[in-house]
């Protein structure tokens, strides 16, 4: 995968970063390299919503003026980054998959772009998002087979990843809008302990579960990206003081002890692909004495807490635009928002209020393992045919606990990939990502991988 | 008031304080003053639900041997403390003002109870709440006339410091649980800002609104108690980081400028009683160019989405106690529960996720004013045979908004003294209690006070 033989829209975030740091390219040639791929490509993958070529390449003109003069760079400097179409870039479109945004252009940055402006990327164009972030699929298709979904709701962001239109991109995920669409499409992703990466400036449906996350080539791109996008933002109620989260240096060290893992089924398995169970028992053997199949109580509560918030807030949030032009939204998510207003309020605020108890009885197994191993999404991406994103039955439930998730590309069924989800305690995303590294390794090394 | 020439049950906190660091009084015998006059007065007032001699004098014991032994004491050494029946004491009856509790006895101080025992107070006993820390009356009496209530919920610990019976008591606000009992008995109450003091081992009934207050003689007071109640404590979701806010030290310091009062009458003024009314407004009038009226604009929304919080979150802490046992609580209560189940999730949602912008837009007065000046409570206590505990129309906009509030005794009407309630800007503890002490002091020099 983006390997250096390639164009240089095949290199991973941190690649380009040090090509560019080392001189040996420009900002300018690299973006032109990714917008010749999207100009290429786009028609038929449907990964952008607004892509500018003027502006892009205006923002890599300066980047490399500035390397030019010799002083201190940031982390991604030139590199082109794409940014979900429900998060704000300033003076540009930002229309969330949804007419009633049409010709919406933010005044300013959300801090996540903001943040990764301050560490030199280039933003290089919005992608597609399902409508309002939500289940109704856009038409991006699957980059690895087109006639399949790239799923959702991050949907162009992922495409655009796994199809060398761009080294990085940001989406966000409620239940499972970047986990599910990087296990689909055969990339890593990554959602970050909620509160890490401030969500101001980017489209609401849910205050409790909406969390920003991003896709790459490698850990070392998911690392990159957090240490440039993590800060505290006093406008984002969920926001934590985490100075210098220093995940870059963490996720690249050898762990000290050989890691271990804690194999989760969740309630979800009996509806997960037949051939992708076989996949994960087989990984579980090849991990031995590392890896201890798990049954942790409560679950299915977990999973149920987490619709419920997310349908409720869902409805408070859209009602208004509902109420508004119920007829630019469609009828699934008509269905969906009518829905959500008839939550009983005990039941929201009993899901609420459990969240921290159900987090700290399941943050025990950290005790005894390394991370938490479970699949990314419930098998590989589903037909186009079939109308839908995928389920994130088996991604909800730890954007609830606020945890922090990685998908990694290990696996395939039927031809398609399907992500390997690995989940670790809170703030704790460093060695998170370590542990991810050391299992792409160590599967790497061995005779046979599934 | 609890001038040096009466009982050591005289003593405010801070003068307790002091004379048992300066050796001038002992634990045990200021405790001996408190349970006598308990003794001789409780049975009129009926200020406490547990107290136990034996409990209350081994402490000051203990108190008093640490005091011999000339090592270093805390700032409340050998001080009696009484606590609302709705906050844990380790091995103590907790009973919640409700049979349902009968015989409760938790295992653990709660967090703030914790504190006070650092900082070296005794816990003299449990004072009576209402039935739920809600709006059903208890059975005490307002000290100053019996054929009045205290208010409530905070009914017990109000009566007993205003009866002279201990120098100090912790109580609880969620909508005017603090501020109005302490108008209404003509002392000293304080809700910091919330998040300041952990609610941790305290009943929950709103984990949005519930806030730990306190009563005392003096402003002094407040910010002694301040100063040992606040601190981070991870296992209660409101807590920040306040490294030591020394609230003692800034309260009793000289403002550099003259305050400035923001008399704000509130939705709820045409409600409150016409001789407050008038005497407020002669107040304004005597602080004359300090003091300006202000509308503050949205406030009625702002009383509402308390009103509708504290409803919905009340059904869901309280439903599963009704379900067990509705005939255990009064009829006016299972009204209100199955009033709250009703209150729609949308709404609710919105009333959660208005609470901050409303917070910002008003916090704005702080840039021209010092501090809010309003009733504290709609006039004074109301007579017994009312049925009722007060309204805390002007009490519950401030909590919902975490902000701190004061309630001042410079007040009287109809022979019944009415507080006068200053609300500062969040977290900013200290300066509004200076603010109140140089309120005081300057109606103090005046020469005729309302």
């Not at 786009?42 to 003026?65: C, N, P, R, S, W």
């Not at 991990?287 to 409720?312: F, H, M, S, T, Y």
């Not at 928002?337 to 605020?349: F, H, N, W």
């Not at 039955?393 to 039927?414: D, K, R």
């Amino acid at each position: 995968m983006a390997a250096n033989a390639g164009g240089l829209n095949e290199l991973t975030v941190t690649e380009a970063a040090r090509a560019i740091r080392d001189g040996t390219v420009t900002s300018e040639k690299l973006t032109e390299a990714c917008l010749a791929r999207i100009d290429e490509r786009d028609d038929a993958i449907g990964a952008f919503a607004h892509i500018d070529h003027e502006y892009a390449l205006k923002q890599a003109t300066v980047a490399d003026q500035i390397r030019g003069t010799g002083n201190g760079i940031g982390p991604l400097h030139g590199v082109p980054i794409a940014v979900k179409d429900i998060i704000d870039v300033a003076g540009y479109p930002n229309e969330n998959g949804c007419p009633i945004f049409s010709g919406n252009r933010p005044q300013r940055d959300a801090t996540c772009v903001a943040a990764l402006r301050s560490a030199g990327a280039i933003i290089i164009g919005k992608t597609v998002t399902t409508e309002l972030a939500l289940l109704t699929p856009s038409t991006t298709k699957n980059p690895l087979n087109t006639s399949h979904t790239p799923g959702g709701s991050s949907a162009g962001s992922a495409a655009a990843v796994a199809d060398l239109m761009v080294p990085g991109a940001v989406g966000t995920q409620t239940a499972g809008s970047v986990l599910r669409p990087a296990s689909y499409v055969g990339i890593y992703g990554f959602k970050p302990t909620s509160g890490l990466v401030s969500r101001t400036g980017v489209l609401q449906q849910s205050h409790t579960l909406d969390t920003v996350g991003y896709f790459g080539h490698s850990i070392e791109d998911l690392a990159l990206l957090t240490d440039c996008m993590a800060g505290y933002d006093a406008t984002d109620p969920a926001s934590y003081f985490a100075s210098g989260p220093n995940v870059v240096e963490l996720a690249a060290s050898k762990p000290p002890l050989t890691p271990s893992f804690a194999f989760v089924k969740t309630p979800a398995w009996d509806q997960a692909d037949p051939e992708m169970r076989e996949a994960f028992t087989e990984l579980a053997g090849e991990l031995g004495a590392q890896c201890d199949e798990i049954e942790l109580n409560g679950l299915a509560r977990v999973i149920e807490w987490q619709r419920l918030v997310q349908l409720a807030e869902n409805a408070s949030y859209y009602g208004p635009l509902q109420d508004r032009a119920r007829n630019l939204l469609s009828d699934e998510l008509n269905v969906r928002l009518d829905e959500g207003v008839k939550v009983p309020v005990r039941a929201y605020i009993e899901a609420i209020a459990s969240r921290e108890r159900a987090y700290e009885a399941i943050a025990e197994i950290f005790e005894h393992y390394s991370v938490i191993l479970t699949p990314a999404a419930p098998g590989p991406a589903p037909h186009l045919d079939e109308g839908i994103t995928g389920s994130p039955i088996f991604n909800g439930l730890w954007t609830y606990l606020g945890m922090p998730a990685v998908s990694v590309p290990i696996m395939e069924v039927n031809g398609l990939p399907v992500g390997v989800q690995l989940v670790g305690p809170r703030r704790d995303d460093g060695r998170l990502l370590r542990t991810a590294k050391w299992l792409v390794e160590h599967l790497a090394q061995q005779p046979a991988t599934a």
